[in-house]
T-cell receptor
């Protein structure tokens, strides 16, 4: 399978704990995006990378959230001191090129439940 | 700021009937417009996209969409739906710059046998 992969697929944690998600984009895709999707809503943009550089962060991305893409390949999204409001599906997407018009290929998502 | 409105939360259509899903956008210029589909247990998949040129665009799975600048709309259509089309459909906008995609809230499509 050469699509976007995410790990884990499900994560249950207690409030206050830290969690980290991983995204492996399609090989050679230079752009990588993170989105969050809550029940009954469309995905909301969080941040994106072009190669290893984080170029934009949404105001939704509070100080408890941090994302990295150290070598321009896989990316991690960490949430510190989780809150119940962080419960959502976290989606990763990748694309090739330098325009947001290029197709973004989405992974299956990581579903986070904060108890 | 750019935004997308999908006025229908749920739509029920009989199998074999035609379909139209509505989408209105707000943006200062001509945006990039997309329709994505999300099926249970599957990731989001691009159906079609538009930026310029012919205002009627064809996509995968027999879908098409028409851009109407005067109405700020980008409605999705299919002449005859199949049970496998049951899914969540998102109208999406991008400003064409460095921003990520802005999704509508989605329309849940139910297919009646």
């Amino acid at each position: 399978d050469t699509g976007v992969s995410q790990d884990p697929r499900h994560k249950i944690t207690k409030r206050g704990q830290n969690v980290t998600f991983r995204c492996d984009p399609i090989s050679e895709h230079n752009r990588l995006y993170w989105y969050r999707q809550t029940l009954g809503q469309g995905p909301e943009f969080l941040t994106y990378f072009q190669n290893e550089a984080q170029l934009e962060k949404s105001r939704l991305l509070s100080d408890r959230f941090s994302a990295e893409r150290p070598k321009g390949s896989f990316s991690t999204l960490e949430i510190q001191r989780t809150e119940q409001g962080d419960s959502a599906m976290y989606l990763c997407a990748s694309s090739l090129g330098a325009s947001s018009y290029n197709e973004q290929f989405f992974g299956p998502g990581t579903r986070l439940t904060v108890l | 700021a750019q935004s997308v409105t999908q006025p229908d939360i749920h739509i029920t259509v009989s199998e074999g009937a035609s379909l139209e899903l509505r989408c209105n956008y707000s943006y200062g210029a001509t945006p990039y417009l997309f329709w994505y589909v999300q099926s249970p247990g599957q990731g989001l998949q691009l159906l079609l996209k538009y930026f310029s040129g012919d205002t009627l665009v064809q996509g995968i799975k027999g879908f098409e969409a028409e851009f109407k600048r005067s109405q700020s709309s980008f409605n999705l259509r299919k002449p005859s739906v199949h049970w496998s089309d049951a899914a969540e459909y998102f109208c999406v906008i991008s400003g064409g710059g460095a921003d990520g995609l802005t999704f509508g809230k989605g329309t849940h499509l139910i297919i009646q046998p």
